[in-house]
Each structure stands twice: as C-alpha cells, then as structure tokens.
C-alpha cells in the first residue's frame, strides 16, 4: 500500500459529527509520551500531518484523517498524563467509549506502546476495551530503534503477557525513525480494507 494523500478531515467530540461517507477507520490509542504523532506521521510519511505536541495531553477530540480516500486514521486523545483533571479525563473517556461502541465504519483497533517498558495499568484497560467490544487489535510496540536488538524477543514477550494477548491480534515493533515496521502495518491496513468491502458487497448481495 502506498500513501498518496493523507489530510486532516476534521475534528469531533460527538457522533453527529463523525464522516458520513462510509469509508472504513482505524482507531489509534495510546499513552501521551509514546510517540503516537510521530507514528502517525512516519506511517504517512508525513512531517507534520499529526502535531508533536511539547504539551502532552494537548489533543481533547477525535481527529480524523483521511488517507488516500480508502480510509480514515482516527486519532484519540492520549491517556495517562497527570495534568489532565479527573472530568476532562472522564469526557475522554466517554467520548472513546461512544466511538468504540457506535461506530459500524471501525475495522481496527490500534494500541501504542512503548516497546522499551512493561505495558502500563492504563496500557492493559485500553486493551481489554478493545476486547470487550470484540474489536481487531493491532499493537505497536513504539521506539523499537532505542532498545538493544537482544532485547528484541524479551520485550515483546513482556508486552504480550502484560496485555494478556490475544494470538488473534497482531504486534509489530516499530521505529518512527527509521520507519522499520512501516510496510508490515500498511500491508496489514491493505488487507483490512479489502476485507471491509468483501463484506459490504455480500451485505449488498444479501439485499436485493
């Protein structure tokens, strides 16, 4: 899969406010420190598509982005910094949970962790809601490039059993710098993709 466009569409704290155009999305989660932005934008290979942030906590909505009009990457605010008051984190919370539970466009759930630490308690509970909607995850193992590559084995078993995996999800260990994992997660996204519109056209079958 080669990304030709990749936009910001829009912001949203609400389901009316979602895209209506029937595209498939991929949610991506994760801690305020791990590199989400960064990901994004090595994913994309663009520099500036998603803010790096020197404020963590800094993003409160949903914000989508449109990715050579196949898909939407939906990027959430990120969980666990301390700054962020009880009730901001709260609405965060409710409006993640909204998505998650409304959204009949989501084929993908994408969790960011760092791969040089064990999975944190927020890590685990951003997992497990994933699983408790029966959502195909993708867990990416940020900042590959700084741990040793004898390490490589040992942190993702770390991670997998801190999560309590699921061997029908997948992991990739991934470096923003260096874009190692890049072309393991867009074939990945190809796949599901096709996938989603195998499906609507059985459905469109089905009905007439």
């Not at 569409?9 to 305020?32: N, Q, W």
């Amino acid at each position: 899969m080669q990304i030709n466009k990749a936009e910001y569409v829009k912001s949203c704290v609400r389901a009316e406010h979602y895209p209506t155009d029937g595209l498939p999305e991929m949610i991506f989660a994760g801690r305020s420190n791990v590199g989400k932005s960064s990901f994004i934008n090595s994913l994309t290979n663009r520099k500036q598509l998603a803010r790096v942030s020197s404020r963590p906590g800094k993003t409160q909505t949903l914000n989508f982005y449109n990715i050579n009009d196949m898909m939407y990457l939906v990027d959430v605010p990120g969980y666990g910094y301390a700054k962020v008051n009880r009730s901001l984190k709260e609405s965060f919370g409710r409006m993640i949970e909204e998505y998650l539970v409304e959204r009949d466009e989501l084929i993908l759930g994408v969790l960011l962790v760092d791969y040089r630490h064990k999975p944190t308690q927020e890590d685990i509970a951003m997992y497990s809601l994933y699983k408790y909607y029966e959502i195909p995850t993708l867990v990416i193992g940020t900042k590959k490039d700084k741990v040793n590559r004898s390490q490589h084995k040992k942190q993702e078993k770390l991670i997998k059993e801190t999560l309590d995996f699921d061997e029908n999800d997948v992991f990739v260990a991934y470096s923003s710098e260096t874009h190692e994992g890049r072309e393991e997660v867009l074939e990945i996204f190809e796949d599901l993709i096709k996938q989603y519109h195998e499906v609507l056209a059985e459905m469109a079958l089905e009905e007439e």
